[in-house]
């Protein structure tokens, strides 16, 4: 079992930077597949970005390609999500995941999830 705590989402103007990162609690973080979801006002929650348990594989929703980089670091148990070049319609809350199944871009895949970390793009 794990537990994930994200961290590191604010108020950014449009174009600027954010990294978001999700720390995982419990005995194996490094057996998980880990991705990004957010959830932004009146919309469903959507897939961002996800990664593999060695970090060699990932994944990324087509609106956020070349903008977003998703990492983690297995020895600090905390994946990363970079987010450069940030539009208003990037705002939402995003959440941390993590599945002992394969890679996946499906929230149902995903096992854990945490509270959710807010981001907010002022045009």
């Known amino acids: 079992q794990v537990q994930l705590v994200e961290s590191g989402g604010g108020l950014v103007q449009a174009g600027g930077s954010l990294r978001l990162s999700c720390v995982a609690s419990?005995?194996?973080?490094?057996?998980?597949?880990m991705g990004w979801f957010r959830k932004a006002p009146g919309k469903e929650r959507e897939f961002v970005a996800a990664?593999?348990?060695?970090?060699?594989?990932?994944r990324y929703a087509d609106s956020v390609k070349g903008r977003f980089t998703i990492s983690r670091d297995n020895a600090k148990n905390t994946m990363y999500l970079q987010m450069n070049s940030l539009k208003p319609e990037d705002t939402a809350i995003y959440y941390c995941?993590?599945?002992?199944?394969?890679?996946?871009?499906?929230?149902?895949?995903?096992?854990?999830w945490g509270q959710g970390t807010e981001v907010t793009v002022s045009s």
């Open positions: 419990g005995r194996t973080f490094r057996n998980y597949n």
């Open positions: 990664i593999s348990r060695s970090g060699d594989s990932t």
């Open positions: 995941a993590a599945t002992g199944l394969i890679i996946s871009t499906v929230d149902r895949a995903y096992t854990y």
